[in-house]
């Protein structure tokens, strides 16, 4: 009977068991950062957000300040005499009112002007001109400032909502164009009264460029990975740090929103879980300044307390660390490489010399069992591929002798009946096309020959059939120059051209045709047997004997012979398909690849 207590962790394996120790040695130093970063994380965000409250409330005053000056130029403009004599009336002649436009034009170019290396607002002035009696000036804006007159049809979206305001300005987001092209800003729009008739509206003053000048004021702010944002009272960014933000509505925690009773002036924090708003709101331009500060990037400032958790923690984790390396130098890293070797052995591949001949333990057994296997694998592989290179080159003689005899019986009999019946008269040629025959068929020994020898070949045995039955059919030959170099397996196309005579144009007399074409398409050779035969054919039955399924071979042996011979070649990419001629009878087609005669 077994005595003691099991150990739990010979159930893991190594690796279990190592990440098992190294989390029991560092898991308290976790507890202990953790507390300690929770209350350095409070003292941090509660020192910050005080800190950005007093910022806000600076940045909210150089943004009133610049807003102050932007509405003092508009005053200026607005109340200057010459532009309050732009006033479109036909009792004016051309020339004077082509003065009165060319002294506001530079009026509002010289107030457009940056100041102090700033950003500038290019002011542009709008005047509502039914009559054309301006019809001079530019309809629409092809310049960042000027002065434009327009009718019913050209009417900006927004003129109406200014006059509306009278002399009160406020800004909006509009589409300004700039020669062909349109961008959206921010504009301080401001209806122009005419001073002498006290009521009278004599256009819209216009200041563009307002978010390019708020963001300049925006971006002496500087956030860790934060926003600025300057937005109206329903939310909407009109100018912020992130262009993209400008125009689309912003969704902001529900305490900062002023609630029913409150007053809508002061500065309001609202911390999340991750971020901190720190919001401004101003009634007098109805708009509000919000930062949002990432909780996340104030974590990067530290307190004392957390540094010196901090460097308990990285003396307590490189300890560990020491320990874990050990164990993994000396049993991870060996099994480490054996996996390597395992995922890029290919079989074949040479095997390196055994690392780690020395060790005696269970890692020093298996790499020297696993590489004596690979170079036994590797043995085994070789000697295969040799024997199926043997039976290959055995099932390639096999497949010519079973072709030879066959063309030579059936060539020696229609010799035969013909020097019978007629005479020698003929006999000289067909014994002529016979030698032809026998000369391509043996082909010195080669396997492949090119097309041009094997179409002399195929032409011969056309021309033998033809003296012995006295055949009418036509046979057409339309070979391209480029096929005729391409190398074919021999006796290829007269098994097929013996099929297309027997089984199509046998009877049909000068009505039969026979097309033989080669064509070569990219990197595919493409040869075609067809005839216009009208004789029933199962091509299902012969696509079946090609694709080597059990079929009946009685439909011919011939054609199964010659796939053979074109896959073992090329491989199973390539070979022979039947089908259906488009003017009746069957085509049979040959796909090959382009290869050439290496020997010359």
């Known amino acids: 009977m077994r005595s003691g207590l099991s150990n739990p962790l010979t159930k893991l394996n190594i690796k279990q068991q190592l990440i098992l120790l190294f989390l029991v040695m560092v898991s308290p130093i976790f507890l202990l950062h953790w507390y300690g970063n929770m209350k350095a994380e409070h003292l941090l965000k509660n020192h910050v957000t005080s800190a950005y409250v007093e910022l806000i409330k600076q940045n909210d005053t150089v943004i009133n300040r610049d807003m102050d000056t932007i509405s003092k130029i508009t005053t ?42 700033g950003e500038a607002v290019y002011y542009s002035l709008y005047i509502y001109d039914p009559n054309d009696y301006y019809f001079f000036a530019p309809k629409r804006q092809l310049t960042q400032t000027g002065v434009y007159f327009f009718s019913d049809a050209e009417k900006p979206s927004w003129y109406d909502d200014a006059v509306s305001y009278k ?41 563009t460029k307002m978010d390019m000048k708020i963001s300049e004021s925006l971006k002496s702010v500087s956030l ?34 002023i609630k029913d009773g409150m007053e809508a002036v002061g500065t309001f924090d609202v911390m999340t879980s991750d971020y901190i708003y720190v919001v401004n709101y101003n009634r007098n331009l109805n708009n509000k300044l919000v930062y949002q500060i990432p909780i996340s990037s104030l974590l990067k400032q530290q307190s004392e307390l957390k540094h010196v958790i901090q460097l308990i923690s990285i003396a307590y984790i490189l300890f560990g660390c020491v320990v874990v390396v050990y164990f993994w130098r000396s049993l991870m890293t060996p099994l480490q490489k054996l996996a390597q070797f395992v995922r890029t052995y290919e079989p074949g591949r040479l095997v390196p010399e055994t690392p780690g001949k020395g060790r005696n333990d269970e890692v020093g057994v298996l790499f020297a069992a696993l590489y004596d296997m690979a170079r036994r694998l590797n043995v085994l592989i070789h000697y295969k591929y040799h024997m199926d290179i043997k039976q290959k080159e055995s099932q390639l003689q096999l497949l010519y002798q079973q072709i030879n005899p066959h063309l030579l019986y059936n060539t020696l009999e229609s010799i035969y009946w013909k020097s019978s019946l007629e005479g020698n008269t003929e006999s000289a040629e067909m014994i002529k096309d016979l030698s032809k025959l026998m000369k391509i ?15 002399e070949h195929a032409s011969a045995y056309v021309s033998l ?26 006796i290829s196309l007269q098994p097929l051209i013996e099929n297309a005579i027997i089984h199509g144009v046998k009877f049909m007399g000068e009505d039969g045709e026979i097309q033989i074409s080669a064509v070569v398409e990219g990197e595919r050779v493409t040869i075609k047997v067809e005839d216009n035969g009208h004789k029933e054919v199962d091509y299902a039955s012969i696509e079946r004997l090609l694709s080597n399924d059990k079929s009946d071979h009685s439909l011919g042996y011939g054609i199964r012979n010659i796939q053979q011979r074109i896959q073992l070649h090329f491989g199973n990419g390539y070979g022979m398909s039947y089908k259906r001629g488009d003017n009746g009878g069957t085509t049979v087609t040959i796909i090959l690849p382009t290869s050439y005669d290496e020997t010359k």
């Open 167 to 207: 002399s009160k300005g406020y800004m909006e987001i509009i589409d300004s164009n700039v020669g062909l092209s349109q961008i959206s800003t921010l504009a301080y729009i401001r209806a122009v009264s005419n001073v002498s008739i006290g009521n009278g509206i004599i256009g819209v003053l216009v200041a």
């Open 224 to 257: 860790p990975d934060g926003k600025i944002m300057f937005m109206d009272w329903s939310n909407r960014v009109l100018a912020a740090t992130d262009s993209s933000l400008m125009g689309k509505t912003y969704v902001l925690p529900p305490a900062t929103e």
């Open 76 to 117: 200026t403009i607005i109340q200057n005499p010459i532009t309050q004599q732009l006033v479109p009336t036909g009792a004016e002649t051309v020339i004077e009112r082509v003065r009165k436009y060319d002294k506001v034009d530079k009026l509002l170019a010289s107030n457009s002007i940056p100041l102090n290396g």
């Open 441 to 455: 068929g043996l082909s010195r020994g080669r396997e492949l020959i090119p097309l041009d020898e094997e179409l």
């Open 465 to 490: 059939q033809q003296k012995r039955y006295k055949y009418e059919f036509q046979v057409h030959w339309n070979i391209s120059d480029a096929a005729r170099m391409m190398m074919i397996p021999k």
